[in-house]
């Protein structure tokens, strides 16, 4: 009989005057050891009458200083038939220093419409032991460290160095040689070849209709294209005073006739001469033999 009164005391929760089950808190924490600044992981479990439900007050951040609330969880865990228990789970940061008690709180029981049923203000016995930082015997600030100058490894700059001069050698090398290449392949080109067949097809152009003003035009820029690529002056951009004075000074054979084309084709672009059909044949049979006369003689050295 006596066991059996010892076991429903354990086991059967405790009941107030009016039958109603007492509210029982409990609480951990861990680490109880930290930092100023470190963080404390606090349990608190509330076991209850079954349909009530727990909520805390006084964990605020004006209420629990020096703590500082960072986080706050509630969740429902199993509880022995007719209970019910809340768990709350609190991070807190500190910043005191020494022996820091946990503070007080109170747990508040409400029914299922809402209303409080019970009040309970607990005030934890547990602690925590908060160390400082420094050393407590130091009085002065250490002081700062300039910052030091990290040695420059020569010894593995160089071949980065090294390399970087050679692949730039190589690639203007390579670029030397690409110009030469380009170039003595535009001097094997035949420009008087080159302006023949042009006005060859000037001359068809012009048989199928084109318009002698167009003619002439076309007939200035082959033979403008013809003497800069033939006699190395700049011709496709000079106005025709200018192209007079280079040949003038090389001595071109067939000066008179160049300079009598290129003065006939700028009459009928900017004077609005209007020469016919003939006369732009006549034209480009001159250009022709100009051209041609020009293959005797070699072009100016550099």
Not at 43 to 62: K, P
């Amino acid at each position: 009989m006596a066991t059996l009164l010892l076991l429903l005391l354990i086991f059967l929760p405790p009941f107030d005057a009016k039958g109603r089950v007492q509210p029982v808190v409990s609480v951990t924490v861990t680490p109880d050891t930290l930092l100023v600044g470190d963080r404390i992981h606090c349990t608190i479990t509330v076991q209850h009458a079954e349909g009530e439900a727990a909520t805390l007050e006084g964990v605020n951040a004006v209420a629990i200083k020096p703590f500082e609330l960072i986080s706050s969880k509630r969740h429902s865990s199993a509880a022995p038939p007719g209970q019910a228990q809340d768990i709350f789970e609190l991070q807190l940061a500190l910043f005191g220093a020494g022996r820091q008690p946990l503070p007080p709180f109170t747990v508040l029981l409400r029914n299922s419409s809402g209303g409080v049923t019970s009040r309970v203000s607990y005030k934890p016995s547990s602690s925590v032991f908060v160390r400082e930082l420094t050393d407590a015997s130091m009085r002065d600030l250490r002081p700062i460290k300039p910052p030091l100058t990290p040695p420059i490894p020569y010894l593995l700059l160089m071949p980065v160095l090294l390399g970087a001069f050679g692949v730039g050698g190589v690639v203007l090398l390579l670029l030397f040689l690409l110009k030469r290449t380009v170039r003595n392949s535009a001097e094997k080109v035949d420009s008087s070849q080159v302006a023949q067949r042009k006005l060859r097809k000037l001359g068809s152009s012009l048989s199928a209709g084109m318009p002698p003003h167009e003619c002439y035009e076309e007939l200035s820029n082959i033979m403008r294209s013809f003497l800069e690529t033939h006699y190395r002056i700049s011709a496709l951009e000079a106005v025709t005073q200018e192209i007079e004075r280079d040949l003038k000074k090389l001595g071109v054979a067939g000066f008179e006739s160049i300079m009598n084309l290129l003065k006939q084709a700028d009459l009928v672009k900017f004077a609005d001469s209007r020469p016919d059909v003939e006369e732009s044949r006549q034209s480009l049979d001159k250009a022709s033999e100009v051209i041609r006369s020009t293959r005797k003689s070699p072009p100016p050295a550099e």
